[in-house]
């Protein structure tokens, strides 16, 4: 598919597909092993969610500011900084001899991620052309990242039978050297190109192409952080992962996750109000005005509350009601991953002739009735009868949907907004996947009551099962909201941000 690339795109697909790797694959690998964890560092019962509370948190908390640092500082730069900082914590991580240093260790991991991941999808958006070039790379990059988020899962198992629990963290530093030595070894950007005349900006609009933005200098760039903006971003988005993961525990109508959500809300108006004042906005509200961004985020919310959900109930199902053990749990997921990287080559090809329509309709249909069929689980089942079938066909849809949802939330972006509207989109999944797995154990709990067996569990699960696949059904509907087609909508530089001012990404083409 890539053979006649040459040089750079190549160079940049690879960094960016094996950085994201590591990103997601941290998503799920510790999950598996949080009960060896909890004995061999002597978490407290109540504690030990926090190894994976932690890095949602600071993961989230801190998309947006990431994605607004690609767009000031470049994306291989941050892309560089995001990963040693990931690296150095998974050392930090596997050598941890406390539950205070482990969780730390998470934290930064999730700070290096949250530069890592909107860096790594910025890379992609300024090198490829918008439409098929484009598609094809994104198409790439979803299958690795569709990859690493279900392989966590076998991994996790396997490492954590054969190795002991402080693999989990050190296998990223094969992956994240690798990374490392790719981006190091990218070909940096060459001088930009000569600004358009006034004249040539409307006929470039007419073709569905913002205008270029002239370069300017570093320092002008770096004046254009928006302190306020990011502060009010991290703090409200922190403390909505915040009250959201600690749901699960103190309950919904708990006061302190009330007075959680409450602060984070005031915080989220206050942030709104700060950008639409501000004459360089850490998030442009404009971008919100397209039906491209604003749908595909919604989308991609809707989709990865569902398949976060799913994740997690499955796992539970086959471990706490099958019996099944940690490494049987993870190798039951490659039908999963399989699925998975199937859909998203199949998105890839029908998103480059039709556009993103025509495989997220369809895919979030199929993800629904995939959902639908886990849902009938029963106690009494077993691998081949309750998760075989219904793990192909959620997986072939979720890999419709996600596998396209990128090259959606980037369609008619700007170069100088490519990692804010990357860091958007990747904030919509983290919340997304939080709100989910949090409101629907939740709703698994009310169901299961105080009773602990077999029976009482599949119960709680099948109904929460039942929950996910009407989110993928509202994804659907999300998706045939969008426009038809991905290339005549572009997103202007606004008025009220001269394009002299803009910087130019590290790395962009010419």
Not at 80 to 99: I, M, Y
Not at 234 to 256: C, E
């Amino acid at each position: 598919m890539y053979k006649n690339m040459r040089g750079r795109p190549r160079a940049v697909l690879a960094t960016a597909s094996v950085a994201q790797f590591v990103v997601a694959l941290d998503m799920a690998v510790v999950n598996v092993a949080l009960p060896d964890i909890r004995t061999a560092l002597g978490f407290a019962p109540l504690d030990l969610s926090w190894v994976v509370h932690i890095y949602v948190l600071t993961f989230g908390g801190f998309l947006l500011l990431g994605g607004r640092a690609c767009d000031l500082y470049g994306p291989r730069r941050l892309l560089l900084a995001g990963l040693t900082l990931f690296g150095l914590c998974s050392l930090a991580g596997g050598l941890a001899q406390t539950p205070a240093q482990l969780v730390a260790a998470r934290a930064g991991q999730g700070l290096g991620a949250a530069a890592a991941a909107p860096a790594a999808l910025a890379l992609l958006t300024t090198t490829f052309t918008e439409g098929p070039a484009r598609v094809r790379a994104l198409g790439v990059w979803s299958a690795v990242n569709a990859a690493g988020g279900s392989l966590g899962v076998l991994a996790g198992g396997l490492l954590t039978q054969y190795a002991g629990w402080r693999w989990v963290m050190l296998v990223n530093l094969p992956i994240v050297a690798a990374a490392l030595t790719l981006a190091a070894a990218t070909p940096a950007h060459t001088p930009a190109p000569a600004p358009r005349a006034p004249e040539q900006a409307p006929a470039a609009r007419t073709r569905g192409q913002a205008p270029a933005a002239p370069p300017t200098t570093e320092p002008a760039a770096r004046a254009r952080l928006d302190i306020p903006g990011a502060i009010l971003s991290t703090a409200a988005v922190g403390l909505l992962v915040l009250g959201i993961v600690r749901a699960d525990t103190l309950g919904w109508t708990s006061p302190t996750t009330g007075a959680t959500l409450a602060t984070a809300a005031v915080l989220l108006a206050a942030f709104l109000v700060t950008e639409s004042r501000s004459p360089a906005p850490l998030l442009r509200l404009g971008l919100l005005r397209s039906r491209w961004v604003a749908g595909a985020n919604a989308l991609v919310f809707l989709a990865a509350a569902g398949q976060f959900a799913a994740f997690y109930f499955v796992s539970l199902y086959m471990q706490q009601v099958l019996g099944m053990g940690a490494a049987a749990t993870g190798a039951a997921f490659l039908p999963f991953s399989a699925g998975l990287v199937a859909g998203t080559l199949a998105a890839t090809r029908i998103t480059a002739a039709r556009g993103p329509r025509a495989s997220l309709v369809p895919g979030g249909l199929l993800g629904a009735a995939g959902l639908a069929w886990f849902a009938r689980i029963s106690p009494d089942g077993g691998f081949l009868t309750d998760v075989l079938g219904p793990s192909l066909l959620t997986s072939v849809g979720a890999g419709l949907v996600l596998a396209p949802v990128a090259a959606a939330a980037t369609t008619g972006i700007a170069r100088h907004e490519a990692g804010t509207a990357a860091g958007l989109v990747n904030s919509s999944r983290q919340l997304g996947g939080s709100v989910g797995v949090a409101a629907l154990a939740t709703l698994a709990a009310h169901r299961t009551g105080t009773a602990t067996g077999p029976a009482a569990l599949n119960d709680g699960y099948a109904l929460a099962l039942t929950a996910t696949a009407g989110l993928f059904a509202l994804a659907a509907v999300a998706a045939a909201l969008l426009p038809r087609r991905g290339t005549t909508l572009p997103v202007p530089v606004p008025a009220a941000a001269p394009a002299p001012t803009e910087p130019r990404l590290e790395g962009t083409p010419t």
